[in-house]
């Protein structure tokens, strides 16, 4: 079977949803051949308090800390990235800007889910269909690639959450994401992580759209150009690798000929 050798996304149980030792998940990676590893928890916000998503600010010197120490003791079996998963906030910017420069960090990866306002969380989809989130959206994450901050954006399909179909406007959306990725250098990822939310089987609901969207892909297909990264979103141990899952995405990265990456560009 064909292999992917990396996985830059990958959560730790700072976030308070993800299971695992650093360490199990550095042996998973090893025991499938990969040559690299990257830590992107969900990124730790001075003032701002989330929990069950994304781990406390005091926590941030621990996190680097410990992957620090198993990056030198794994050295000469696999490279060991520490990194965050990161939304484009504004007010951020330098605190992002400063984790990179000071080399605290090696990267940072774009993972849109909500944005801050009135140090307030926002979710783009609260409000169920909603065009003018979806527009918010890409809006935010062009914001996010123009600062040149973020190695790649991690599941640029994630508003199809928020849709029950596909829509016009999304495939606008797709298509500003596609033009923008070209213009400032900034891959997309083809996620895993969405395949293992639990189905909605409601019959009385209409079930929402799931990441990664093959809508979406197939408009990424018609932009050779744009630059592709399969990304695990690994919160267990084992998802890091899964086979059946890279399988998939490879046959899909063959189906639309995506232009596939090995290696991120680090800050
Ligand atoms: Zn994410
Ligand atoms: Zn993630």
């Not at 484009?88 to 940072?108: A, C, R, T």
């Not at 293992?196 to 990441?211: F, G, M």
Request: glycine share 6%.
């Amino acid at each position: 079977m064909e292999k992917i050798d990396y996985c830059y996304h990958t959560h730790t149980t700072r976030c308070g949803h993800a299971y695992g030792s650093e360490e199990e998940y550095i042996q998973v990676a090893i025991n499938n051949g990969l040559k690299v590893i990257g830590f992107t928890d969900h990124v730790f916000l001075p003032g701002i308090s989330q929990p069950g998503m994304r781990g406390d600010y005091s926590l941030l010197d621990d996190y680097v800390n410990t992957i620090k120490g198993l990056k030198e003791k794994y050295k000469d079996q696999i490279e060991i990235l520490v990194g965050f998963e990161a939304e484009y906030l504004e007010q951020f910017v330098p605190y992002y800007k400063e984790l990179l420069d000071s080399k605290k960090i090696d990267y940072l990866i774009l993972g849109q889910h909500n944005y801050v306002k009135d140090n307030k969380i926002i979710w783009y989809n609260a409000n169920g269909e909603n065009n003018e989130f979806l527009h918010l959206y890409i809006t935010h994450i062009i914001e996010g690639m123009k600062t040149g901050l973020f190695s790649y954006i991690a599941h640029p399909d994630f508003f199809t959450h928020g849709l029950y179909e596909w829509s016009d406007e999304a495939s606008q959306a797709a298509r500003r994401l596609c033009e923008a990725s070209i213009k400032y250098d900034v891959p997309l990822e083809f996620n895993l992580g969405g395949f293992r939310y639990p189905y909605n089987d409601n019959p009385n609901r209409k079930a929402k759209l799931r990441y990664p969207n093959m809508d979406f892909w197939k408009i990424v297909s018609e932009y050779p150009d744009v630059k592709v990264f399969i990304g695990p979103d690994a919160h267990k141990p084992e998802t890091v690798s899964i086979d059946y899952e890279i399988e998939y995405a490879l046959s899909k990265v063959k189906e639309f000929n995506l232009n596939l990456q090995t290696r991120i560009k680090n800050h």
